[in-house]
């Protein structure tokens, strides 16, 4: 019975009618999960391409093909989802200039087109589309969006694809919103066309809605307020639709949940602008757990996909930053419930937090660190497909297979002191006495541990301090 309830729950789709969880006391010993409360299923996990593809693509073939292997592969981080960035391209005569002297050489992406009258040059941005090209051949499932951070610098008021001299004001300039758009589709095009790449969404704007892309500032980023967007997706959208493409267009990628909110509220009072995106995105880079329950009641409204599509660490150092990465992702997928959660950066030469490879992109060394096997507790057992139950508790995050014959769940202990984790699995009878289990900590790297048992429907586990959990049972 238990397996037919479960599999009859997580067949339910997205806005459909679910039950309500009730408060649970998290100062109790007993955590409950409960598999009659279902939320979102898990479209996957992912990163964007920008900008590490576009150094690391021009390495070494056998290194390339072990990195996309590390992403991709299902018993690794088991990536599925890739942002590819259009670039814009900056002015020829600030090569090596503010963007380099910003965020580094990594950070000045090559544009297509290099005036109004240009041809597009489809040789550039090679490394990049290397990686893209690559990840489609090792993952055929894979799902792809396009995304801007700023139109070509030669359609910018400022002359510059970092911003405007007043970053509180719009860049691109009115006549050439048109060609703008024009210019995300031919790019979109191109790769169907020759790559049968297709593009699941194209976004137009990044972070446009922030206060931070100035002229010569440290990477491509274009100011767009709420109604200048609005009048542009009311361009974009009969274009896109006219180009053939099966692409549709995701809107906003805020940096945070409260510009979220607010672009959306403009969106939602436009009346004609939720009818003409075929996805809702977001960034998490900060946010509260109430802002994250008025996103869940927005996307409710709008009735429409919603990823988390871009965020990083917030706080902490090493170990300690990559656990509270986690608590976002659980605070995410639990509260917001999007189908996708994606990183930023998937290496990095300088830090142990924005990353999940550090790496030398002269010397073409790479290695993986903490947060990859951090990241894999959770990317490699939480699979495509999978559905979110309800645990109750904000360091829990549980999901049941599709055929309801695996549970999965994951325990985290931020803290600097061991945990007792107690969980009830009363309600799953079918489940198999033994649990596998694997753990990350500061001495392991995604170890497999031994076989945890169920007691009287009840699994009792001390959680190490600094430590995240996995445990897959068998239904």
Not at 185 to 200: G, R
Not at 276 to 282: D, E, I, V, W
Not at 303 to 318: D, I, M
Not at 401 to 409: A, C, I, Y
Request: glycine share 6%; net charge negative; aromatic share 12%.
């Amino acid at each position: 019975m238990m397996k037919k309830l479960v599999m009859a729950m997580v067949g339910l789709a997205l806005f459909g009618t679910h039950a309500v969880a009730k408060d649970v006391d998290q100062t109790k010993d007993i955590v409950v999960l409960q598999p009659e409360i279902t939320y979102q299923s898990l479209e996957g996990w992912g990163s964007s391409l920008c900008w590490w593809a576009a150094q690391v693509g021009k390495w070494d073939e056998a290194k390339v093909d072990s990195i996309v292997d590390m992403l991709t592969s299902p018993d690794q981080l088991n990536m599925n989802i890739f942002r590819y960035n259009i670039g814009g391209g900056d002015d020829p005569s600030h090569a090596d200039g503010h963007m380099v002297k910003g965020k580094g050489k990594r950070a000045e992406m090559e544009g297509f087109k290099a005036s109004p009258e240009a041809p597009y040059d489809w040789n550039a941005d090679a490394a990049q589309r290397k990686i893209l090209l690559k990840i489609k051949e090792k993952r055929p499932d894979a799902v792809f969006e396009a995304f801007s951070n700023s139109a070509p610098y030669w359609m910018t008021v400022s002359g510059c694809a970092a911003g405007h001299a007043d970053p509180l004001k719009d860049n691109l300039k009115p006549e050439y919103e048109e060609m703008f758009c024009q210019y995300l589709i031919d790019v979109c095009k191109y790769y169907k066309d020759t790559y049968q790449i297709d593009f699941k969404t194209l976004e137009p704007f990044n972070e446009s809605y922030s206060n931070y892309w100035y002229a010569e500032g440290s990477q491509e980023g274009c100011h767009f307020e709420p109604q200048t967007q609005i009048r542009i997706i009311r361009k974009l959208y009969p274009m896109l639709k006219e180009s053939g493409l099966k692409t549709v267009i995701s809107a906003s990628d805020e940096t945070n949940l409260n510009h979220f909110l607010k672009v959306q509220q403009a969106y939602e009072e436009a009346g004609d602008i939720w009818e003409k995106l075929g996805q809702l995105n977001t960034h998490t880079y900060s946010g509260t757990n109430e802002e994250r329950l008025q996103v869940r009641e927005l996307i409710a409204r709008a009735g429409k996909p919603f990823w988390q599509s871009e965020t990083g660490p917030s706080g902490g150092s090493g170990l300690e930053s990559n656990l509270l990465l986690v608590q976002k992702l659980f605070d995410d997928m639990r509260i917001m419930r999007p189908q996708a959660w994606l990183d930023w950066q998937i290496m990095e030469e300088y830090n142990n937090e924005w990353c999940v490879l550090r790496g030398n992109f002269q010397t073409q060394v790479y290695r993986p660190i903490k947060n990859f096997y951090v990241r894999m507790q959770i990317t490699r057992f939480f699979k495509q497909g999978y559905t979110f139950i309800e645990s109750g508790h904000d360091q829990v995050l549980a999901a049941v297979s599709p055929s309801g014959k695996e549970l999965v769940f994951a325990w985290l202990n931020t803290s600097e002191q061991e945990q007792t984790a107690t969980i009830s699995l009363e309600k799953f009878r079918s489940a198999k006495p033994e649990v596998r289990v694997w753990r990350t900590s500061q001495e392991e790297d995604c170890q497999a541990l031994p076989a945890v048992k169920i007691s009287d429907g009840v699994l009792s586990y001390q959680a190490p301090a600094r430590s995240l959990t996995t445990f897959v049972v068998t239904l």
